[in-house]
T-cell receptor, first 113, second 111 residues
């Protein structure tokens, strides 16, 4: 079956702009979580959505937001982009219960100039 | 807060040797501990995981051990091969899809 799909794969934005990233989870998975990966900070948890509700949230400013649709697809949005937001944004999906295997998408590479 | 410490940050071994990576977690409620391998420019791929009701799990050349009392878990790779070269991440979870990751270990296996 198809894996976790993220779009777009690569994008360049200017400081102050906003960006929306999309994630389609594995069929049947109801949990979608988002992570930011940078060389300096490693892999950091942004938030998790389960059945259209935000279930967990990491320590990121309010400029980072997300949502999940009824078909479990998810989007994350970053407003007022800063240079430091340049990163690989990874989406992951699972059935949603602790201990379920969590699968990652290929990620969206965001460069802010 | 929740934290996972991972050591070493870099590890270089000769082909055929064993490699060990260690992690310590802070949240005693953590009950799921996966290990991911990430090759350059690619997604993290799950290689093995362990749940808190198990002390050890093995899959061919890879094994993971968990000590809940000490809040330690370790990855052991035996008979290393050049294709094992990658960055390895440990993680801990106590809530659904939320993973707290260690800082990563860059493993280099020299032929």
């Amino acid at each position: 079956k198809a894996g976790v799909t993220q779009t777009p794969r690569y994008l360049i934005k200017t400081r102050g702009q906003q960006v929306t990233l999309s994630c389609s989870p594995i069929s049947g998975h109801r949990s979608v979580s988002w992570y930011q990966q940078t060389p300096g900070q490693g892999l950091q948890f942004l938030f998790e959505y389960f059945s259209e509700t935000q279930r967990n949230k990491g320590n990121f400013p309010g400029r980072f937001s997300g949502r999940q649709f009824s078909n479990s697809r998810s989007e994350m949005n970053v407003s007022t982009l800063e240079l430091g937001d340049s990163a690989l944004y990874l989406c992951a999906s699972s059935f949603g219960t602790t201990g379920n295997t969590i699968y990652f998408g290929e990620g969206s590479w965001l460069t802010v100039v | 807060g929740e934290n996972v410490e991972q050591h070493p940050s870099t590890l270089s071994v000769q082909e055929g040797d064993s490699a060990v990576i260690k992690c310590t977690y802070s949240d005693s409620a953590s009950n799921y501990f996966p290990w991911y391998k990430q090759e350059l420019g690619k997604r993290p791929q799950l290689i093995i995981d362990i749940r808190s009701n198990v002390g050890e799990k093995k899959d061919q050349r890879i094994a993971v051990t968990l000590n809940k009392t000490a809040k330690h878990f370790s990855l052991h790779i035996t008979e290393t091969q050049p294709e094992d070269s990658a960055v390895y991440f440990c993680a801990a979870s106590n809530q659904g899809g939320k993973l707290i990751f260690g800082q990563g270990t860059e493993l280099s296996v020299k032929p």
